[in-house]
């Protein structure tokens, strides 16, 4: 079996992935992939353009592992046509992305963006209004590994937790799920909102100005899933019109965010670079879970663990 690695692992990596599996491993890492090994490869270990082009020619290839939990970028299409599993790492980042939700939630309520901007003024200002987390009320959009473990995050703060999902099917940990068509139900109490989806085209643009009107004018707006799944003009604009009091953004539109764009500017605004998926941990949990799979993969002929369904495109 010939495995191909387009994905930078530390070398340690590399070696328990070849120990493990009893494969030849080709290490394509920061090189231009040579497109007929990958064709010759019956498992790919991360992404390249040059995966398509050995797609339509006469390959060997049965299983694509990504190093993202969202595929919105991938072929997905060529993919089902050539009937390659399709395994993300999902859950793989989802603790420490839950982690720095957690961190925006605490900055929020303490005020520390603030006294931030006060330090950097050399300003010793009190912020106003500082509270705490406690027995408030968060609404997630999405109801996965980001919510989940944010959920587990926030269980000392005894929070009202309620979850948006496709179907409001139920969830561990949430008091209540709502079906994304009851989406303005949900928020309309909530003091935090919380948007973690995947990008499909059901989601896109799933939250705007009709979801910004529902959420209360004190209620803090944070994005850590897709960045086209909010309709970035109408968060602007509810900004601008008091309709929410602040967000915190790790995901947008078009990325980088441009430097003229209205968000950079807006007081109420935290911006980080799409950064919250990054970890120290995250080669280590992805590898694992792909020698997890691949030892379904030999027993079974396919693998078990976040495989990606075709049809609903996550």
């Known amino acids: 079996m010939k495995i191909s690695v387009l994905q930078t692992l530390e070398p340690d990596l590399l070696d328990k992935l070849a120990t493990t599996t009893n494969a030849e491993v080709v290490n394509f ?3 231009t992939p040579d497109v007929q090994t ?3 490869s019956e498992i790919i270990l991360g992404w390249h353009p040059a995966v398509v082009e050995a797609l339509n020619s006469s390959h060997q290839i049965k299983w694509l592992q990504v190093w993202s939990a969202g595929v919105d970028y991938l072929p997905l299409d060529l993919l089902a046509q050539e009937q390659v599993f399709l395994t993300t790492a999902s859950g793989a980042n989802s603790f420490n992305i839950a982690q720095q939700v957690l961190g925006y939630l605490l900055m929020h309520v303490r005020h520390l963006d603030f006294s931030l901007r006060k330090q950097l003024q050399s300003k010793w200002e009190l ?4 509270a705490e987390l406690t027995e408030r009320t968060i609404a997630f959009i999405g109801t996965g590994n980001i919510a989940q473990d944010t959920v587990k995050l926030l269980t000392p703060f005894n929070m009202n937790i309620i979850g948006v999902n496709s179907s409001g099917h139920e969830v561990a940990g949430f008091k209540q799920c709502y079906a994304t068509s009851e989406i303005t139900e949900a928020v309309k109490e909530a003091d935090f909102v919380v948007s973690s989806l995947p990008l499909t085209t059901k989601t896109k643009h799933l939250v705007n100005k009709t979801v910004f009107a529902a ?3 004190t209620a803090l707006y944070v994005a850590v899933g897709r960045g086209q799944t909010t309709n970035q003009i109408d968060l602007i604009d509810a900004l601008k019109h008091g309709e929410l009091v602040a967000t915190s953004l790790d995901v947008f539109e078009e990325e980088p965010l441009p430097s003229d764009n209205k968000l950079w500017s807006m007081e109420n605004v935290v911006i980080t670079p799409h ?3 990054q970890s120290n941990f995250y080669n280590i949990r992805v590898l694992d879970s792909f020698l997890a799979n691949f030892a379904d993969y030999q027993a079974n002929g396919a693998p ?3 495989v990606v369904n075709y049809q609903n495109e996550y």
């Open 215 to 217: 959420m209360k004018p």
């Open 304 to 306: 078990s663990a976040h």
């Open 127 to 130: 912020p106003q209004g500082q």
């Open 38 to 40: 990958l064709a010759e």
């Open 29 to 31: 890492a920061n090189k």
């Open 275 to 277: 950064s919250a998926g």
